[in-house]
């Protein structure tokens, strides 16, 4: 497997603040990567270091082969970047946008162009300061894919669009021409908004990559457990570091289990509550996103209160 | 190059409105600056026009502040969401569109305004060049400090905020440079004169030249690197730089050239003679200049060809007492006119009158004997001391400066002179009480490239058959005190004594004197007369030894100071030092 992006102990601090912190990752090509994260996390500033937008205060960052702090109008030829505090040019219309980026793209694609810009139905000749936040990052979509880039980078694209909207995005990612090997980074705040995209997820939480693996194998290794007493006697809590408490409601104890995808994960959770009825769910992605955040939210509380 | 054609033509379709705006601006000074000086039979109607030329010059200097940083920051160099930085847009093609289309708008447009304007009043096309060249710097000068702002700001607030910050800080500089040279004059004693160099804009030159190349190399920084620290350290070394190359510049490429008169070089020409008997003193204004006392004759120079004049600077001096104690002056002076042969009493009178074909030169105020200092020794403090008498010995530097006659006119509207660096033309002649104003349309066409001397012009109004001339003084219109003289983006640029200036001029000749000097310029008077214009040029210097037997010294302490002094090569060491400003705060009063 091939990498569109790779970054080494990637780090950027902002005075002593690191927004990002030691990132080690890759993006394999050819495939769709959903960056998820809570607001403030440090999604925008891992975007713009791989961007070349910014320069890492420590690591470095591959991109298409390229290090990002020495991108070339070559590479960037190749990249296809929309984020949602991206400065348009808004004195523009869309189609003055599209002229006015088509010359700098070899490989500009009018029919693919015309396509997206039916499908998207940017027809407006307004001017883009005029038009709504939705139809402006639409425009942004189409100035960024109609060169089909080998690398598709979306930051936050869908925040504060309605559903209709997003909807008309995705649909365009979905169906880009499939003989081209699009490789798509996209970040988000909310999993739902990309889940039918991803086929990797990536987890950052305060600067840190949390994990980063396949959709499939997140959702085999993420099981809700639940513990139910028959006799009414008190459950302990969980005990491995794998098991993340959900709570205890009435007779029934719930807890995630982070590693369920290895052999001997049911084995274990029955030996610890032998003779309880057990069930175990699997998690949507929202789910793991929502109990992941909760445990680096916990975690960050804990951490505050031991350095205090 | 298509990359940089498309650019360019996105910033125009993006910014055509102010873009139009200062071409129009352009266009419409230049127009005015045709018209105005044209109208100068037309008091009104120039009062009106310098008013419309200075608003509009004012809203062309507001909107090269807007022009510039719109160019540039549409596609902004600060920041990091701007929508270009993605985009494979070579930074060179953006950095050459950029620069070509400010360059062109901003530069090329106003200098080739300016030649038009220099066609129509017939300058030459070598001098033409020369002036559109120095324009196109200067222009080039205030368009890269504006760029350099742009490129470190993000948007046109951010560029305000900067160039106020600028401003303030040079101001703050200028303050603070201005205190540390008043203190040091407060402390300096009078006199000190480096001595006489011929003009050499050459150091300046390459000073502008160096300047606009840092500010270019620091925009390429930017450009290349988008790191404002590394653009503005590159741009701080290259004006270190071009403060060092100008100050050390071994090549005067640019120095005037002089033509001193051979028969300057005999030593039997430009005689200094001085009596003893008009030695006296001149009080120093300034208090802390009182404890020294500067000893000033009557000096005259002798052996001056016609249609010269002189000015003398003291450089080293010496009295040798009889017991054999020689006295140094410390300080050197700054030049003096002083008369020739060929004058009576007032330095030039003669010479003018001799090259007017006139009998007097006719001057409100009366000719008054001008003592020229010869001699610095510190002051006795005791009015009653002792004098004491030995021979003088000064080293002075004698400037020679030359009268030529530009042109006769006669005394009519409709009279013209068309020089390739001066014309005049004369629209209307009012006869007031006391005075009469000649209206007319100047024009001056130099530049830093010339390699003669600034020449200086003067208007005379002539009579020969009575024998009587009268110097005029442009007192009519406000032209040359405006702001747009010494600012940027105004008629030459600005800030600058060359370029090419068209102008309306109301040259008045006063009658208005004692009655002995005054001269009655009626119907008759007018009818013989004709006007003049002279031109003037600084050729050079010799040095000459004055001589002045039994010169008295007011008794100071003469032993102690005498054996304080240098030897004069150290003295002169001393002077260069001092050289240049205080001169204007001498304030020397005749004692007399």
């Given amino acids: 497997m091939t990498s569109a992006i790779e970054t080494q102990g990637l780090t950027r601090c902002f005075r002593r603040q690191a927004a990002v912190d030691g990132i080690t990752m890759q993006v394999p090509a050819g495939g769709v990567f959903a960056l998820i994260g809570p607001n403030g996390a440090g999604k925008t500033t891992f975007i713009k270091l791989l961007m070349g937008l910014i320069r890492p205060t420590r690591g470095s960052a591959r991109v298409l082969g390229r290090d990002s702090r020495r991108l070339d109008p070559s590479t960037f030829a190749r990249i296809g970047y929309v984020s949602e505090s991206q400065r348009l040019p808004d004195w523009m219309t869309t189609d003055e946008l599209l002229r006015n980026v088509r010359p700098f793209y070899p490989t500009w694609d009018d029919a693919l162009c015309r396509r997206l810009q039916r499908d998207l139905g940017l027809t407006d000749r307004k001017r883009l300061r005029a038009l709504s936040r939705g139809t402006r990052m639409k425009a942004a979509l189409l100035a960024s894919l109609a060169y089909q880039p080998e690398l598709i980078v979306l930051d936050e694209p869908f925040t504060g669009l309605d559903p209709l909207v997003r909807d008309e995005l995705i649909a365009a990612l979905l169906e880009l021409p499939g003989a081209h090997p699009w490789t798509v980074l996209v970040s988000s705040h909310d999993i739902e908004e990309v889940e039918r995209l991803a086929d990797w997820i990536g987890f950052i939480d305060r600067g840190r990559l949390l994990f980063a693996e396949p959709v499939a194998a997140l959702l085999a290794r993420f099981r809700l457990v639940e513990v139910v007493s028959e006799n009414g006697a008190a459950f302990a809590a969980p005990t491995l570091p794998a098991w993340v408490p959900q709570g205890t409601a009435g007779r029934t104890l719930r807890f995630v289990d982070t590693q369920h995808a290895a052999p001997d994960a049911a084995e274990r959770i029955q030996a610890a509550y032998a003779g309880a009825d057990i069930r175990m769910t699997p998690l949507s992605l929202r789910e793991i996103f929502v109990t992941l955040a909760r445990e680096a939210s916990a975690s960050s509380r804990s951490d505050v209160m031991e350095a205090s | ?592």
């Fill in chain 2, 1 to 592: 190059m298509r990359f940089v054609t498309h650019i360019i033509a996105a910033d125009v379709r993006r910014h055509w409105p102010v873009l139009a705006a200062w071409l129009l601006l352009v266009a419409g000074t230049t127009v005015l600056d045709g018209v105005h000086p044209r109208l100068a039979a037309d008091a009104g109607s120039v009062r009106s026009l310098t008013i419309l030329a200075e608003l509009l010059w004012l809203t062309k200097l507001l909107l090269a502040f807007i022009v510039v940083p719109a160019i540039v920051q549409t596609h902004t160099l600060v920041g990091s969401d701007a929508f270009w930085m993605t985009r494979p847009i070579p930074p060179r093609a953006l950095l050459v569109s950029k620069a070509l289309l400010i360059a062109l708008v901003m530069i090329l447009a106003p200098v080739l305004a300016e030649a038009a304007l220099m066609v129509a009043y017939d300058v030459p096309s070598g001098r033409l060049s020369a002036v559109a060249a120095e324009s196109a710097l200067w222009q080039t000068f205030w368009v890269v400090l504006l760029t350099v702002l742009a490129v470190l700001t993000r948007n046109l607030a951010g560029f305000a905020l900067l160039t106020g910050a600028t401003l303030m800080a040079f101001v703050a500089v200028l303050a603070m440079t201005m205190a540390l040279l008043m203190a040091r004059l407060e402390d300096d004693p009078p006199g000190g004169y480096a001595g006489a160099t011929p003009d050499d804009p050459t150091g300046g030159l390459i000073w502008m030249l160096l300047v606009v190349a840092s500010g270019g190399a620091l925009a390429v920084a930017q450009y290349h690197t988008r790191s404002r620290l590394r653009a503005v350290g590159v741009g701080v070394a290259g004006v270190l730089l071009a403060f060092g190359a100008a100050a050390y510049w071994p090549w005067p490429i640019l120095v005037h050239q002089l033509e001193l008169p051979s028969w300057a070089a005999s030593a039997s020409a430009l005689r200094l003679h001085a009596d003893a008997g008009t030695v006296g003193t001149v009080d120093q204004s300034h208090r802390r200049w009182r404890e020294w006392e500067t000893l000033a004759a009557l000096v005259r120079v002798e052996g001056i060809e016609p249609g010269w004049s002189a000015t003398v600077a003291l450089r080293e001096a010496a009295v040798r007492l009889p017991d054999s104690t020689n006295v140094v002056s410390p300080f050197s002076n700054h030049p003096s006119p002083v008369p020739s042969e060929w004058d009576d009493v007032r330095p030039n009178d003669g010479v003018l009158a001799r090259l007017l074909s006139v009998e007097r030169i006719v001057s409100p105020t009366p000719p008054e004997p001008q003592r020229v200092p010869v001699f610095f020794v510190r002051s006795p403090g005791d009015e009653s001391a002792e004098l004491k008498r030995g021979t003088y010995r000064g080293r002075f530097e004698v400037r020679l400066v030359r009268q030529h006659l530009e042109t006769v006119l006669p005394l009519k509207p409709g009279a013209a002179h068309a020089g390739p660096a001066y014309s005049l033309t004369i629209h209307d002649i009012e006869q007031r009480p006391e005075r009469l104003v000649v209206l007319a349309d100047e024009m001056r066409a130099t530049s830093m490239f010339d390699r003669r001397p600034r020449a200086d012009y003067t208007v005379y109004l002539r009579n020969q058959r009575a024998g009587e001339a009268i110097r005029g003084f442009n007192g009519g219109y406000l032209e040359s005190s405006l702001l747009s003289r010494v600012l940027p983006f105004g008629m030459s640029a600005g800030g600058t004594a060359t370029g090419f200036a068209a102008t309306p001029q109301a040259i008045e000749f006063t009658t208005r004197s004692d009655g002995a000097w005054s001269v009655r310029l009626d119907d008759e008077w007018l009818r013989g007369a004709d006007l003049v214009v002279l031109r003037t040029t600084h050729e050079g210097f010799v040095e000459r030894t004055l001589q002045i037997p039994d010169f008295p010294v007011p008794r100071p302490d003469i032993d102690r100071h005498a054996a304080r002094n240098p030897p004069p090569g150290a003295l002169q060491a001393s002077c260069d030092v001092q050289l240049g400003q205080r001169v204007a705060l001498m304030g020397i009063v005749d004692a007399q």
